[in-house]
């Protein structure tokens, strides 16, 4: 929930404009709204620099994160140095590199290189979860392009 308020936070200094195929925004909005069978999906990139928020009429949609493997880590890292223990990530087929669900954010973390493309979604989740992992790999497979 705490995410959902940052984002539509952050949306709103954003102000509805992109700054499209700048990372972590990887996936142009208009492959988005393909993807999503949504009008008017715009990009916003967050101040933290790793993550962006896809959105339409300031309802976020999804967020997609590009980070190295060691930034990765050290986000399971910093929970599990405060004693809390972390579900383990569940191995997800059909990718060149590793791929995984955090059952935490129940997000798609797929490997390429030297980073990690993590995709979650944050509005109007699809009820059933093979809907939903089946959106985040379409997602994935559109952000790994475009590092490519």
Do not use: H
């Amino acid at each position: 929930m705490v995410v959902l308020l940052l984002a539509a936070v952050s949306l709103e200094a954003c102000g509805g404009e992109s700054d499209r195929a700048t990372a972590p925004c990887v996936v142009d909005e208009d492959k988005m709204s393909t993807i999503l069978d949504e009008s008017d999906v715009f990009a916003a990139p967050q101040q933290n620099g790793l993550d962006c928020i896809y959105a339409t009429e300031g309802n976020p949609l999804i967020r997609v994160t590009v980070r190295t493997q060691e930034q990765f880590q050290a986000d399971r890292d910093k929970f599990e140095n405060q004693g809390i223990r972390l579900p383990p990530l569940q191995p997800v087929e059909g990718f060149d590199g590793d791929a995984n669900v955090d059952p935490r954010y129940n997000s798609l973390n797929v490997s390429a290189g030297d980073q990690i493309v993590s995709v979650e979604v944050v509005g109007r989740e699809p009820s059933d979860p093979a809907d939903q992992l089946d959106l985040e790999r379409q997602i994935a497979r559109a952000a790994l392009d475009s590092l490519s």
